[in-house]
């Protein structure tokens, strides 16, 4: 049973580029948030999506945007990029529920 | 100030040392409380998850909710190296607007020396 997969794992971009980064939730799962970990910090809250809607969202500028698919997977997306945007950048899945979540490993990326 | 307080170590402990984790947070609505592992390049893994105040065991840990001091702990007895990791609290409030959004402390580094 495949758990979180993210995907890439490591990508380096430019100031000023626009990102996308991708998220497969565990099976069975049907909701996905995304959390932004700087190096020696706790995961920040960016969003979350269910049924293909955001559905609460954390304090990142608009810059930051995402959908769901239909089957579930999910998108980040970073326009402008900024060095301060330079993390770790992890998505997780549940079954409605808040307390089943499951984290991936992370897309670590860095604006140089 | 930040919501949830943490002490971000290193915390060096002998194997088979109890190991003493602890976050203090100021948002009185939080009720939900959970502690996450993550080792070097993974994700966050949950370990505990606590509703409310009280006490929880499972196995060699333990996660203590004391809501009037806004204080909670993780106790991990017997120590294995294989527990060095970044210990990690996390809490929600039950608020619908709260609904998914978790606020994790700093994280705590553990090692834990054979």
């Known amino acids: 049973d495949a758990g979180v997969t993210q995907s890439p794992t490591h990508l380096i971009k430019t100031r000023g580029q626009q990102v996308t980064l991708r998220c497969s939730p565990k099976?069975?799962?049907?909701?996905v948030s995304w959390y932004q970990q700087a190096l020696g910090q706790g995961p920040q809250f960016i969003f979350q999506?269910?049924?293909?809607?955001?559905?609460q969202r954390g304090n990142f500028p608009d810059r930051f945007s995402g959908h769901q698919f239909p089957n579930y997977s999910s998108e980040l997306n970073v326009n402008a990029l900024l060095l301060g945007d330079s993390a770790l950048y992890l998505c997780?899945?549940?079954?409605?529920?808040?307390?089943?979540?499951?984290f991936g490993n992370g897309t670590r990326l860095t604006v140089t | 100030q930040k919501e949830v307080e943490q002490d971000p170590g290193p915390l060096s402990v002998p194997e088979g040392a109890i190991v003493s984790l602890n976050c203090t947070y100021s948002?009185?609505?939080?009720?939900?409380f959970m502690w996450y592992r993550q080792y070097s390049r993974k994700g966050p893994e949950l370990l505990m998850y606590?509703?409310?105040?009280g006490n929880k065991e499972d196995g060699r840990f333990t996660a203590q909710v004391d809501k009037s001091s806004k204080y909670i702990s993780l106790f991990i007895r017997d120590s294995q190296p294989s527990d060095s990791a970044t210990y990690l609290c996390?809490?929600?409030?039950?608020?619908?607007?709260?609904?998914?959004?978790?606020?994790f402390g700093a994280g705590t580094q553990v090692v834990v020396t054979p």
């Open positions: 997780a899945s549940s079954f409605r529920t808040l307390r089943s979540l499951h």
């Open positions: 099976s069975g799962h049907d909701t």
């Open positions: 999506y269910y049924e293909e809607e955001e559905r």
């Open positions: 948002n009185s609505a939080f009720q939900y």
């Open positions: 606590t509703y409310s105040s």
């Open positions: 996390a809490m929600s409030a039950t608020r619908p607007d709260s609904w998914g959004k978790l606020q």
